[in-house]
């Protein structure tokens, strides 16, 4: 199996005036093709911050993160966008849905930005509205729908550009439990029928222990890792 | 994409239509009418004629400004107190002098700047009144008679008057017609001075009352008459001189003004060039306060468009994660303003040509309606829209969108 992402001696420290702040102090990790892992621990141990680093939102103050080999480092800004449009999916705890476009609108949007054709956009759009359950309600806008088929709506938008890893984000951390459990199932079918690559963060132990591997982080390094299965 | 983010935030996008487009219409509008105000006056002083000079008394352009305003200018009706003294310095010197010059086919002497009242069914009305002589037809020939007859040379006591004085009240009735007598008042020299009238002749309506003589609410009597009952004294204000040969009227002009001191002289060309730069400076203030309209407009976008970004900091996080530029972010932004300029643009100028037409009609003047005005309008709105738009959309693009995506 190839790495997907990689990270060697990733460091990224925050500058609070005077004095910076060491967020992540030399993280070395992998990402496989296929995984589906997830990345825990409390708040403050900086779990989101590996997540935008390894989703090429921002970049290291020393160390690499190489996605699909690329140094991104070395990446403008304009090729970090590109990236991010062609191989990162995000998924966030409160959805971010854009809440004056319908959940249609919402899945085409990263095509819009990728630059694919009308007619093409509207059928994948409409097919991974299907295939997460809300074939009946792809033209009801956010408001319309639940907390649960909102994040399904997300994940069809995470999905919609065929990404080579989904950041996830908290997923579930603004769902009730059964909405949760539901929407793990979504991703970890997936992940086993299509082999789709899935990074989740999250500090519940619950949806920690459904995945396959589990990295520890606590205060910016990493303190364990195993794999559950 | 920027449209449907307009339609979210229609009462703010109307706000800032509506500011772009009372600029726009403010501008489309004061140009318009002052176009139009300046082809009318054009067309009027086509009507001098490409053959005519008019000569007046005094020295070049700066005394011929100050006398038109004045209302010295033949024809005028301004001027509340008539003043034979200032205004009048040429007489039949000159006329003997030009009658003698060479390329020189008519001579025609003129006195203006009467003022006088008189009653017709109950109304009083003021008329100013000029003094012209038998030849004055031939030479402006653009003043037709609608009714009665021209001057003679043996008239005296007789009067043409204009338009206006025949059909008052947007000619309802009609107060004079040929033959009718009246009792023309003024006071000269402190004293009250009366002058029985007979209407022998009533001009066609012209739209105005600049050009040469007559107008549409003034007297036109014989030259003698209007000597004796003003008691001017052998001065003309103007004398027109029609030139055999209009191909060398510029170099009669020059030869006029040596000959004779102290005067000016006005060609059709210079009237009009005169017109255009007084115009011109008329509307360059005009459309610089309706521009003032315009920058307020602009500075309302870029607080609409500031407070909007700031709104949507976090929605530009999540088009930046899934994968937008900073030009995409740029470009969404702009567009919208260019939205906003367009629509602006194009209904303020609508706004300002109906506007214009519609006070042109009250006060008599045909504004000009054009494409292009209407183009140049809707350009300028919409140059105007980026330029705000310019600020707030680029912070929007440069926001971090890790930062962006933490805001609520």
């Known amino acids: 199996m190839s790495s997907i992402i990689e990270t060697v001696d990733l460091v990224k420290e925050y500058s609070q005036g005077e004095k910076s702040l060491r967020v992540l102090k030399g993280i070395n990790m992998k990402v496989e093709e296929g995984d589906f892992m997830a990345i825990m621990g409390p708040s403050g141990s900086g779990k989101s911050t590996l997540l935008n680093m390894i989703g090429a939102l921002d970049k290291p103050t020393s160390g690499t993160v190489l996605i699909r080999g690329v140094d991104i480092s070395t990446l403008s800004d304009n090729q970090l966008a590109d990236l991010r449009s ?14 004056r476009m319908k959940a249609l609108g919402n899945v085409e949007l990263p095509m819009v930005i990728a630059g694919v054709p009308r007619r093409e956009r509207r059928e994948r759009a409409s097919k991974l509205l299907e295939m997460v359950g809300l074939g009946e309600r792809m033209h009801h806008r956010p408001m319309e729908l639940s907390g649960g088929e909102q994040q399904r709506v997300a994940i069809a938008r995470a999905l919609v550009n065929d990404p080579a890893v989904l950041l996830c984000d908290e997923v579930t951390g603004n769902l009730d439990s059964k909405t949760g459990q539901d929407i793990m199932q979504l991703m970890r079918n997936l992940n086993n029928e299509q082999g789709k690559t899935f990074v989740l963060i999250t500090h519940d132990p619950v949806v920690a222990q459904s ?19 | 994409m920027a449209f449907e983010s307009l339609s979210e935030r229609k009462f703010r996008f109307a706000l800032n239509l509506l500011g772009i487009m009372i600029g ?7 140009i318009s009418l002052t176009q139009g105000m300046n082809n009318e006056i054009t067309s009027q002083m086509g009507i001098l004629g490409t053959s005519t000079i008019t000569v007046i008394p005094g020295t070049r352009l ?26 009048s310095e040429l007489d039949w010197r000159d006329i003997d002098i030009l009658e003698k010059m060479h390329g020189i086919d008519l001579v025609v002497p003129g006195v203006s700047g009467g003022q006088g009242t008189y009653i017709r069914k109950g109304v009083t009305f003021s008329v100013s009144v000029d003094g012209i002589t038998d030849r004055y037809f031939e030479i402006n020939e653009a003043d037709e008679i609608l009714e009665g007859r021209e001057l003679l040379r043996s008239d005296k006591a007789v009067v043409i008057i204009g338009y206006s004085l025949a059909y008052p009240f947007d000619g309802e009735e009609q107060y004079l017609d040929v033959g009718d007598r009246i009792k023309l008042t003024t006071k000269v020299n402190k004293k009250e001075k009366t002058l029985s009238l007979r209407v022998v002749g009533i001009l066609e309506e012209s739209g105005s009352s600049i050009g040469p003589g007559g107008g549409d609410e003034s007297f036109m009597i014989p030259l003698r008459t209007y000597e004796q009952f003003f008691e001017t004294g052998g001065e003309y204000t103007s004398i027109q001189v029609k030139a055999v040969d209009p191909d060398f009227i510029d170099q009669l002009s020059d030869e006029i003004e040596d000959a004779l001191e102290g005067v000016s002289v006005i060609t059709s060309e210079l009237a009009m060039s005169m017109v255009d730069s007084i115009l011109g400076t008329v509307e360059a203030v005009l459309s610089g306060i309706a521009g003032i309209s315009l920058l307020v407009a602009g500075v309302g976008i870029i607080n609409t468009m500031t407070v909007s970004v700031m709104e949507r900091t976090r929605e530009i996080g999540v088009l930046k994660a899934i994968g937008a530029r900073s030009s995409d972010v740029l470009f969404m932004f702009l567009s919208e303003a260019v939205m906003t300029g367009i629509a602006g643009g194009a209904m303020g100028a609508v706004f300002g040509f109906m506007l214009s037409t519609f006070v042109g009609n009250y006060v008599g003047v045909t504004a000009e309606v054009s494409l292009s005005l209407g183009t140049i309008t809707l350009l300028f709105a919409v140059i105007t829209c980026v330029i705000s738009g310019l ?3 680029w912070r929007a693009s440069n926001l971090n969108p890790v930062e962006a995506l933490r805001s609520e």
């Open chain 2, 391 to 393: 600020y707030p959309a």
């Open chain 2, 62 to 87: 700066s005394s011929m400004l100050a006398s038109s305003q004045e209302g010295g200018f033949m024809g005028s009706s301004g001027g509340s107190s008539f003043n034979p003294a200032t205004t």
């Open chain 2, 24 to 30: 726009c219409a403010a501008v489309t509008g004061l």
């Open chain 1, 211 to 229: 995945t396959d591997r589990l990295v520890t982080l606590h205060d910016g390094e990493i303190i364990g890792e195993k794999r559950v299965w």
């Open chain 1, 86 to 99: 062609k191989e990162i999916g995000f998924i966030f705890q409160f959805f971010n849905l854009i809440s």
